[in-house]
Nanobody, 123 residues
Framework: VQLQASGGGLVQAGGSLKLSCEAS????????MAWFRQSPGNVREFVAG????????HYAAFCVGRFTIIRDNADNILYLQMTGLKPGDTAVYFC?????????????????WGQGTLVTVSS
C-alpha cells in the first residue's frame, strides 16, 4: 500500500485547511489510519486516528473541537479537516496506516506512512 498526502499550505491563524491522504495498492477499508505531525526539533506526535470502519475515532487533546478525521472508503481517501488553526499547528502532517492497533496514538503501531504535507500557520 502507498499513501499520498496533500492539502497543506500557508494559512493565517484562525483559518482552515483540509488535508487528504489517498491510498493506493490496497483497499483502504482494511486499515486503521491516522494523522501525525512533526515540527522541527520535535518528535512525531499523534493528531487523530480512525478505525477501519470509521466507527471509532481518537483525537489528541490539542485538536479536540478543531480537527475532524474522516475516511471515505469508497474512494480510498482519508481526510483531516482542520479549523481554528494556530501557529503552534505548524508542522509536517503525515498520514499512516496499519492493519489493526489498540494503541492508535503510537507511531510505532503504523507500518505504512505517507510522505507528509507541510502546514504553516502565520500569526
Amino acid at each position: 500500500v502507498q499513501l499520498q498526502a496533500s492539502g497543506g499550505g500557508l494559512v493565517q491563524a484562525g483559518g482552515s485547511l483540509k488535508l487528504s491522504c489517498e491510498a493506493s495498492g490496497v483497499t483502504q477499508r482494511s486499515y486503521a489510519m491516522a494523522w501525525f505531525r512533526q515540527s522541527p526539533g520535535n518528535v512525531r506526535e499523534f493528531v487523530a486516528g480512525i478505525s477501519s470502519t470509521g466507527g471509532a475515532k481518537h483525537y489528541a487533546a490539542f485538536c479536540v473541537g478543531r480537527f475532524t478525521i474522516i475516511r471515505d472508503n469508497a474512494d480510498n481517501i482519508l481526510y483531516l479537516q482542520m479549523t481554528g488553526l494556530k501557529p503552534g499547528d505548524t508542522a509536517v502532517y503525515f498520514c499512516a496506516a496499519t492493519n489493526y492497533t489498540s494503541r492508535p496514538n503510537l507511531p510505532g503501531e503504523y507500518r505504512v506512512w505517507g510522505q507528509g504535507t507541510l502546514v504553516t500557520v502565520s500569526s
